[in-house]
């Protein structure tokens, strides 16, 4: 529910309002698809229903068998030669938008990312401009001017997931053992909301991810600050023992404060945590209190996750919590 809450907060997601080039595509394919059923559909009820009200035998009047009327080779060749033409501009139309889609090739200066498919989180790697982050896809937006495509490269770490932000791009699975490819170009800034799109596990509604849309300049700087290490002490004390409960627990043998020693792979990165808007891939909201809930029992948010609860007391729970606001 509340992740349902956190979708209607931002942009309903809907395959009609596609927002991104490869989206575009297959809306309007889509589109082209729906009508032309539309007009089948009402051209073949409207002749039967027709049919039935005038060839209707008079009230009162029962007649045995009506004549039976056999072979017509025009209206036979019309009801084959129509459906077929039909077809064949429909298998044309969607073989086109496949292939534009599947073929494209990356621009130099396209983004190019890496996306891992865990249960239940979107591990998000930008190999080349040395960032990390989680459940949040920040990509450049493309204007009529320059084409600043982000093509990704999916994986899995465990078990079957797919990919899907609606108004983006269409589904891609995401499956152990293969890479699989897609890309996305948003044409406007906006936070768009998405999820896993296969049912990968208990938490499988608990997999949202966002794409995050951002003008160029938006895009640089928010890079910039995701490529700086976070390994210092905070200066004030509390965040300080925090940090001291972080990296001597479990806690730094998952997870990654990018400068520190904390350098575990089987959770999210933390290095910028308070960057992102929600914990556990949309179970909640990343502020203070849920936080701390999440922390003290990560069960309770997100039923089967796995994340262990450290059995902190209050104190170092309020320190831990502390620490990680300050990773911005
Ligand atoms: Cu991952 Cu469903």
């Given at each position: ?5 956190l ?19 297959e809306?309007?394919?889509?589109t ?6 539309l007009v ?24 045995s068998?009506p004549?039976?009327?056999?072979g ?38 396209a ?89 990968c ?14 003008p ?9 600050q ?18 001291r409960?972080?990296?001597?627990t ?6 990654t404060?990018?400068?520190s020693?904390a ?7 933390l ?15 990343n ?31 309020d ?5 990680l606001?300050?990773?911005?």
């Amino acid at each position: 529910m509340l992740s349902l809450a956190l979708q209607a907060a931002d942009t309903i997601s809907s395959i009609f309002a596609p927002v991104s080039t490869p989206a575009m595509k297959e809306a309007s394919l889509a589109t082209m698809v729906l009508i032309l059923s539309l007009v089948v559909f009402v051209v073949v009820a409207g002749l039967i229903a027709y049919s039935v009200v005038r060839f209707r035998a008079p009230a009162g009047e029962r007649t045995s068998e009506p004549p039976q009327v056999y072979g017509s080779a025009q209206v036979e060749a019309a009801w084959t030669a129509v459906p077929l033409i039909i077809v064949i501009v429909l298998m044309l139309a969607t073989g086109r938008v496949i292939h534009e889609i599947q073929a494209a090739t990356a621009p130099p200066n396209a983004v190019e990312v890496t996306v891992i498919g865990r249960q239940w989180w979107w591990e998000i790697r930008y190999p080349k401009l040395g960032v990390v982050t989680a459940n949040e896809l920040h990509v450049p937006v493309s204007d009529s001017l320059v084409r600043r495509p982000t093509f990704l490269t999916l994986q899995s770490s465990d078990v079957a997931h797919s990919f899907w932000v609606p108004r983006v791009a269409g589904k891609t699975d995401l499956i152990p053992n293969r890479t699989n490819h897609m890309w996305v170009e948003p044409r406007e800034a906006g936070t768009f909301l998405g999820q896993c799109a296969e049912y990968c596990g208990t938490q499988h509604t608990l997999m949202l991810l966002r794409i995050v849309a951002e003008p160029p300049e938006q895009f640089a700087r928010w890079v910039e600050q995701q490529r700086q290490a976070a390994g210092t002490a905070p200066a004030e004390p509390v965040a300080a023992a925090g940090r001291r409960v972080f990296l001597g627990t479990v806690c730094a043998g998952c997870h990654t404060v990018a400068g520190s020693a904390a350098n575990g792979k089987n959770g999210p990165d933390l290095t910028h945590l308070m960057s992102r808007a929600t914990i556990g891939a949309g179970a909640a909201p990343n502020v203070r209190d849920r936080l701390r809930t999440w922390i003290r029992n990560p069960d309770d948010v997100k039923h089967g996750v796995l994340m262990p609860a450290m059995q902190l007391d209050d104190e170092q729970l309020d320190q831990l919590v502390e620490y990680l606001l300050t990773l911005r």
